[in-house]
């Protein structure tokens, strides 16, 4: 079996052509192609942009933004932490560790975690220990954010 290797994608024209194979056209479902085509500079070393290949082919990705302290209104104490993003997985290679390589990579960070899950996620996330955050209405705006939270961190209670 494969090594699973998670890296940090460039942000390059090549990219742009391999993150096409992830393009949904679904409501619900968000592209990074247009974050990646609102973001170009050739090989951008500051990509929030991770990924797993397979061969040559690109199979996996996600995006990982940080979010500085002040902005945070999950968690307690209020600290920075990641915002995982559009998390996909091509759909012949779902199924092997892919989607749990990537949130781990994110975990390994130490730092709370937030993600806004896709349609019928919730059970993926829930095996990689993410919970549902209570609702607020005016933080959430009728998303339905779900938490991950390191020893020593937890919800925020709502106002």
Known sequence: MQQIKVEKLLINYKTLEK???FKEYG???LSMLEDLENNMVENDADSPFYGIYYGNNLV???SLYKVMEK?????EPPQDYLTLWKLEVLPNYRGNGY???LVDFAKSYNVPIKTNPRINSHGFWEKMDFQKAHYDMERDLGENPLIWMPDGVKEQESN
């Open 19 to 21: 993150f096409k194979y």
């Open 71 to 75: 902005y945070d209104a999950y968690f």
């Open 27 to 29: 409501n619900q479902e």
């Open 60 to 62: 996996a990705r996600m």
């Open 99 to 101: 989607g749990k390589a």
